[in-house]
């Protein structure tokens, strides 16, 4: 029942039906801390959490992502740490929710700390852990230990492969980035929507129409090129490249259109001598034609 309030955004109804319940359990106070933290109610889940009578992996689990996920990274460290003094043993969630946090906070001596723990209870086999650490430590500028975990990893896939090549990106290493986009075709590793954003942003970052093109060749191959996320960075790319009638070619060929994908080809055309174009585009898209 409470998660159900929740899940409606009924936080209210949640909360009065917690307090009229004759006997709370476990399973009770960790699904009110659940739904303060996905309704972002973070102060309220703190409050509950210090209040509970025991915790359990999730409840802390619940608390270290609810804090993450609300911009309180910092805070999720003291908890983190509060949890091992504890004794509670994290799980995998527990472990991917505080490197992220590690990762946001720039926080690289926890980070190291948990990667540790990683290594000891055997998690370093989970690509989801695998891929969360090299988040972490790309974020944090290490990228030579990233690229250790890279190939320490049993499994190498999209999930890994997705978190090194955004990692690149991050890192200005976009010709390393575009390197492990050519590998993972390579590997028959097929790229998803995201992957294709992080390789499209390579591109027009060192400006290279011709590897920009290579990539807008691999979405339509993999079906992916009406895609309105991968079509908006084609439409970036090509402006950014210079090449403004490509640009508006993806755009005539998009079935689904949104906000930026009208920003970004009425900005290239206006960008790239092409007035007239933008001029046509505005009207239509003022009127709301999103199509």
Same mark, same amino acid.
């Given at each position: 029942? @409470?998660?159900?309030?929740?899940?409606?955004? *009924?936080?209210?109804?949640?909360?009065?039906?917690?307090? *009229?319940?004759?006997?709370?359990?476990?399973?009770?106070?960790?699904?009110?801390?659940?739904?303060? !933290?996905? %309704?972002?109610?973070?102060?309220?889940?703190?409050?509950?959490?210090? *209040?509970?009578?025991?915790?359990?992996?999730?409840?802390?689990?619940?608390? @270290?992502?609810?804090?993450?996920?609300?911009?309180?990274?910092? $805070?999720?460290?003291?908890?983190?740490?509060?949890?091992?003094?504890?004794?509670?043993?994290?799980?995998?969630?527990?472990?991917?929710?505080? #490197?992220?946090?590690?990762? %946001?906070?720039?926080?690289?001596?926890?980070?190291?700390? @948990?990667?540790?723990?990683?290594?000891?209870?055997?998690?370093?086999?989970?690509?989801?852990?695998?891929?969360? #650490?090299?988040?972490?430590?790309?974020?944090?500028?290490?990228?030579?230990?990233?690229?250790?975990?890279?190939?320490?990893?049993?499994?190498?896939?999209?999930?890994?492969?997705?978190?090194?090549?955004?990692?690149?990106?991050?890192?200005?290493?976009?010709?390393?980035?575009?390197?492990?986009?050519?590998?993972?075709?390579?590997?028959?590793?097929?790229?998803?929507? &995201?992957?294709?954003? &992080?390789?499209? %942003?390579?591109?027009? +970052?060192?400006?290279?129409?011709?590897?920009?093109?290579?990539?807008?060749?691999?979405?339509?191959?993999? *079906? #992916?090129?009406?895609?309105?996320?991968?079509?908006?960075?084609?439409?970036?790319?090509?402006?950014?490249?210079?090449?403004? =009638? =490509?640009?508006? $070619?993806?755009?005539?060929?998009?079935?689904?259109?949104?906000?930026?994908?009208?920003?970004?080809?009425? !900005?290239?055309?206006?960008?790239?001598?092409?007035?007239?174009?933008?001029?046509?585009?505005? +009207?239509?898209? @003022?009127?709301? #034609?999103?199509?």
């Amino acid at each position: 029942m @409470i998660d159900g309030f929740f899940r409606f955004g *009924q936080v209210e109804r949640a909360e009065r039906f917690f307090k *009229q319940m004759p006997i709370r359990d476990l399973a009770a106070w960790n699904a009110m801390l659940h739904g303060y !933290c996905e %309704n972002a109610r973070v102060d309220d889940a703190v409050k509950l959490f210090e *209040q509970m009578p025991s915790r359990n992996v999730i409840s802390w689990t619940s608390m @270290i992502g609810g804090l993450d996920q609300n911009g309180k990274s910092e $805070e999720v460290l003291i908890v983190f740490e509060r949890m091992f003094k504890s004794g509670v043993v994290p799980n995998q969630t527990t472990l991917m929710c505080a #490197l992220s946090a590690c990762a %946001n906070a720039s926080s690289l001596p926890l980070g190291v700390h @948990i990667h540790g723990h990683v290594f000891k209870s055997g998690f370093c086999f989970s690509v989801f852990v695998c891929a969360s #650490l090299i988040t972490f430590y790309t974020n944090c500028k290490r990228i030579e230990k990233a690229t250790q975990v890279f190939n320490e990893a049993v499994y190498r896939n999209v999930v890994i492969c997705m978190a090194f090549l955004t990692g690149y990106g991050l890192n200005g290493r976009h010709e390393d980035g575009l390197k492990m986009f050519s590998d993972m075709m390579r590997a028959s590793v097929l790229p998803n929507q &995201s992957s294709f954003v &992080s390789a499209l %942003n390579s591109c027009y +970052s060192i400006e290279s129409l011709d590897r920009g093109k290579e990539v807008h060749a691999s979405t339509v191959k993999l *079906q #992916l090129g009406s895609d309105v996320f991968v079509g908006n960075s084609l439409v970036v790319m090509y402006n950014k490249c210079g090449a403004v =009638d =490509d640009a508006v $070619e993806v755009f005539k060929r998009l079935r689904e259109k949104n906000i930026v994908t009208w920003n970004a080809t009425i !900005c290239g055309c206006a960008q790239h001598g092409r007035g007239m174009w933008a001029m046509d585009l505005f +009207s239509p898209m @003022i009127r709301g #034609l999103y199509r």
